[in-house]
């Protein structure tokens, strides 16, 4: 990537699904369950390089940092 372009970009947070790899908080995390509950949506996630859990919860409305890339093949 240049310069001018980001390594993530920003999605609604009910917009992530099951699996997804949202940035939380600032790290690269793989969604292990969604619910949502209140206009609300709660992220359960795991770090994907250091294994760590996090539980997040964000207005469904909200803005999520969304790594930029692709599957490896």
């Known amino acids: ?8 970009f920003k999605v609604t947070a009910s917009e992530i699904r099951n699996s997804g790899h949202p940035m ?21 996630s795991v770090d994907i390089v250091m294994g760590k859990k996090y539980e997040k919860t964000h207005a469904a409305g909200a803005s999520v940092d969304v790594p930029a890339g692709r599957a490896a093949d």
């Open 1 to 8: 990537m240049t310069e001018t372009q980001s390594t993530t």
């Open 24 to 44: 939380l908080p600032g790290f690269p995390t793989k969604i292990l369950d969604i619910s949502k509950k209140d206009g609300s949506v709660h992220f359960p």
